[in-house]
């Protein structure tokens, strides 16, 4: 069974960029949750996906943007960098309504 | 009311010793409660999780005491070993369209040899 993985590892930007993060599920998960987490901070709930439809959103503006293929796997579109987008963004698989398993992640620094 | 309060922020234990890390909530509606060990550079990886119409869980060294009533909940961790450093988070799950993971702020646990 394949975990959570997300590409790339590392990723510096800067200000005004924009930047796309990938995600494949785990095997046989067909929801795929987004977060962010802050240095020192848990994570925040950005967007799920579930059956190629974002299906919740939490407090983040609409210049993060997601798509979910039809293999289950996502992106996450940051368009307009800002510094304070400088986070760990990881990425949760799962089946509707039971746990969430979290990829490593993807550590963006926003110069 | 969609916050989790976690406490403390830090723990030191000795080897051998019981780490206990509490956390808090307010909103009811939340049904799904797990605890994630965290590794520096490394993604939330999930210990142990209770639902709210049980009152304690234990899956080896690892314990969740739930008080519904109180609104708390609480990680045990017995015979504290240095593996076990690490940043946990307690999380609270709700439905929203989405289930939603609402993390609580960390506690940074170091296990003293």
């Known amino acids: 069974e394949t975990g959570v993985t997300q590409s790339p590892t590392h990723l510096i930007k800067t200000r005004g960029q924009q930047v796309t993060l990938r995600c494949s599920s785990q095997?046989?998960?067909?929801?795929v949750s987004w977060y962010q987490q802050a240095l020192g901070q848990g994570p925040q709930f950005i967007f799920q996906?579930?059956?190629?439809?974002?299906?919740g959103r939490g407090n983040f503006p609409p210049r993060f943007s997601g798509l979910q293929f039809p293999n289950y796997s996502s992106e996450l579109n940051v368009n307009a960098l800002e510094l304070d987008d400088s986070a760990l963004y990881l990425c949760?698989?799962?089946?509707?309504?039971?746990?969430?398993?979290f990829g490593p992640g993807t550590r963006l620094l926003v110069l | 009311q969609q916050q989790v309060k976690q406490s403390p922020q830090s723990l030191i234990v000795q080897k051998g010793g019981i780490s206990i890390i509490n956390c808090a909530y307010e909103n009811t509606a939340f049904d799904y409660f797990p605890w994630y060990q965290q590794f520096p550079g490394k993604g939330p990886a999930l210990l142990i999780a209770?639902?709210?119409?049980?009152s304690e869980k234990k899956e080896g060294r690892f314990t969740i005491s739930f008080n519904k009533s109180a609104k708390q909940f609480s990680l045990h961790i017995m015979d504290s070993q240095p593996g076990d450093s690490a940043t946990y988070f307690c999380?609270?799950?709700?439905?929203?369209?989405?289930?939603?993971?609402?993390f609580g702020q960390g506690t940074r646990l170091t296990i003293n040899p």
């Open positions: 999380a609270a799950s709700i439905h929203q369209g989405a289930q939603k993971l609402v």
């Open positions: 996906y579930y059956r190629e439809e974002e299906n």
């Open positions: 095997s046989g998960h067909n929801t």
């Open positions: 949760a698989s799962a089946l509707p309504g039971e746990t969430q398993y």
């Open positions: 209770i639902r709210p119409d049980v």
